[in-house]
Structures are given as structure tokens and as C-alpha cells.
């Protein structure tokens, strides 16, 4: 089950069928947690890239699966892999 905010998914329980793509990022007003869940690495990034368009631009931790992907974020994003 998820609830619908500002047209983006926020998890309000867990799907079993998705991976949650969580950690923090910077932002003007200090570091600011998150956690999505989704099928694909890919498909989260674009979640939190349409939530903040900053996202991916700054110092961040983030895992997927429980697996450090902070390098790999950082790649997709800068190399214009989100849509």
C-alpha cells in the first residue's frame, strides 16, 4: 500500500515486490533523509530527481537492497540516465 504525495509514491508500508532506496542528501537547510521503494535503482533515482532536481548534485549516502550505491547514483544521474 502507498499514498499518493504531490504525484510521487511515498511508501506508507512496505511492498514486498520493491527495494528501498533510502540514505541523505544535502541540501540548503542541511542534510534530508529518504526512502523510496521501487523495482529498479533507475527508477528510484527518478522518484527523488522529480521530488528535487538538486538531488544526485550534492554530498549524499544512499543504499538500495542494503547495498552502498552512492558511486553508482552518482553516475547515473551525472551521465543524464534519469528521464
Same mark, same amino acid.
Given at each position: ?6 504525484? &510521487?509514491?511515498? #511508501?506508507? /508500508?512496505?511492498?514486498? +515486490? @520493491? ?5 541523505? /542528501?544535502?541540501? =540548503? &537547510? ?12 533507475? =527508477? #528510484? !533515482?527518478? !522518484?527523488?530527481? @522529480?521530488? +528535487?532536481?538538486?538531488? $544526485?548534485?550534492?554530498?549524499? =549516502?544512499? &543504499?538500495? #537492497?542494503?547495498?552502498?550505491? &552512492? +558511486?553508482?547514483? /552518482?553516475?547515473?544521474?551525472? #551521465?543524464? $540516465?534519469?528521464?
Amino acid at each position: 500500500m502507498s499514498n499518493q504525495t504531490n504525484g &510521487t509514491k511515498t #511508501a506508507l /508500508y512496505a511492498e514486498p +515486490d @520493491k527495494l528501498f532506496f533510502c540514505g541523505w /542528501y544535502e541540501t =540548503e &537547510t542541511g542534510a534530508c533523509q529518504f526512502s523510496v521503494q521501487e523495482n529498479s535503482l533507475k =527508477e #528510484a !533515482i527518478n !522518484i527523488m530527481v @522529480k521530488r +528535487d532536481v538538486d538531488f $544526485g548534485h550534492t554530498d549524499m =549516502e544512499v &543504499t538500495f #537492497a542494503d547495498e552502498d550505491v &552512492t +558511486d553508482q547514483a /552518482y553516475k547515473i544521474i551525472l #551521465a543524464k $540516465g534519469v528521464e
